[in-house]
């Protein structure tokens, strides 16, 4: 009996001192697809805990913007969520006409759900593509990328940029789609489906694939909520909020679509959301354009559209108009709003409070990656160092926005 009391006891001590490992994955780790760091203790290959530290880029965005005139915020909300810069551009957009009351025009509101759709498009065709990769499939990332080229051809086109895009201004546009933007569209809408279709033929029913991702990085709906997720990630854990139907703006309510939604939250189901909402995408845009009003291209908001620059030359008023707009001497009403899009990774907001003078009182971003990132760690327990690379893609964390 004495023996098997000592035999226990040493047992339990050798538990007390189970050694584990820790890894520093980040912060310029390339699996992380960004600066950010993860701390993980790791007994053997399973994760056992996992300790975040994120503000690496973290460049002060809402300071900044409280220094800055409204119409001189748009380039800063560019570096957010670079890969659907666009989205980030007119939700902005749409937070100051809302402070300001400004009615926007038919025909700039289904413009304006053309270029967001384009950059949903290419948000989720980088994570995906990025799945495939971090499962071993480097040619989906690959033919993909081309595709993504013929979107930013479309940006070049209209507004002179590419990746930070900068498109469009408070009020509408800067300037109507050429012949020329809508012949690319048309390309676009014409060779992607075929693109799409074929990538999905890659992975969706690769056993390999499959197994790698189904199972793996999972949350639950009601754990999802709790952690305030939106977006895919939301949808993908089996949750029907979209905020272009629950709050529709630019006229969404016009458009007849679908919100794929998954069962199990894991990396296979966000996967499959974001590829059915490329689909869906295209089809809202094919409806816009079927669809587009006539009329300007941008509202009656003298205070914040530059006038046209032969008018400037030979018109004092339009000189005023020129010289008040771009030196930011424009006052704006008071009061206190929040306007949210549905972004490429989910809910993002604007709350801006306004106290009358040229640059916002106070302003907040909710950044999308910012909300879900901490519940990384509980997601990636228990598993094991391949999937928690998985996990992070499938989330598609945007260190730019994370930080912001």
């Known amino acids: 009996m004495e023996e098997v009391k000592q035999s226990d006891q040493a047992y339990h001590y050798q538990e007390e001192e189970k050694q584990y490992s820790y890894l520093n994955l980040g912060p310029t780790h390339p699996a992380t697809h960004g600066i950010f760091q993860n701390v993980l203790k790791m007994d053997g290959e399973i994760i056992v805990d996992a300790e975040p530290t994120i503000g690496y880029i973290h460049r002060a965005f809402e300071k900044l913007s409280e220094r800055r005139p409204f119409n001189q915020i748009t380039p800063i909300t560019d570096r957010m969520n670079y890969c659907s810069a666009p989205i980030n551009n007119m939700g902005w957009h749409m937070t100051v006409e809302k402070l300001i009351q400004a009615e926007i025009p038919k025909r700039v509101q289904y413009m304006r759900v053309i270029i967001m759709e384009l950059a949903r498009i290419t948000d989720h065709l980088i994570c995906n593509a990025v799945i495939g990769v971090d499962t071993g499939a480097l040619t989906g990332f690959v033919y993909m990328f081309q595709q993504r080229e013929l979107v930013y051809e479309i940006y070049e086109e209209i507004c002179g940029a590419r990746l930070t895009s900068n498109i469009g201004r408070i009020g509408g546009f800067e300037r109507d789609f050429s012949p020329k933007a809508w012949e690319k569209i048309h390309r676009f809408l014409k060779e992607f489906p075929k693109v799409l279709k ?93 669809n587009l009003p006539d009329g300007p291209f941008h509202g009656k908001v003298p205070d914040f559209y530059l006038p046209p620059k032969e008018e400037v030359y030979n018109n004092m008023e339009a000189l005023i108009y020129h010289f008040k707009i771009v030196m930011g001497e424009t006052d704006v009403p008071k009061g206190e709003v929040y306007h949210c899009v549905e972004g490429g990774n989910g809910e993002l907001g604007f709350y801006l409070i306004s106290d009358g003078g040229r640059t916002p009182y106070r302003l907040h971003m909710r950044r999308p990656c910012f909300i879900y990132y901490q519940a990384y760690p509980e997601m990636i327990k228990g598993s094991m160092l391949s999937d928690a690379i998985l996990t992070m893609s499938s989330m598609n964390v945007i260190a730019g926005e994370l930080d912001a």
């Open 198 to 290: 074929e990538f999905e033929n890659l992975l969706e029913r690769n056993r390999i694939f499959m197994d790698r991702t189904i199972g793996v990085g999972g949350i639950t709906g009601e754990r999802a909520l709790e952690f305030s997720f939106s977006g895919p990630n939301l949808r993908a854990a089996g949750v029907d909020y979209d905020v272009r139907v629950a709050k529709p703006y630019s006229s969404y309510e016009d458009f007849d679509f679908t919100i794929p939604i998954g069962t199990n939250g894991d990396v296979y189901d966000r996967f499959m959301v974001r590829q059915g909402e490329m689909w869906q995408s295209l089809s809202i845009i094919e409806q816009a354009i079927k």
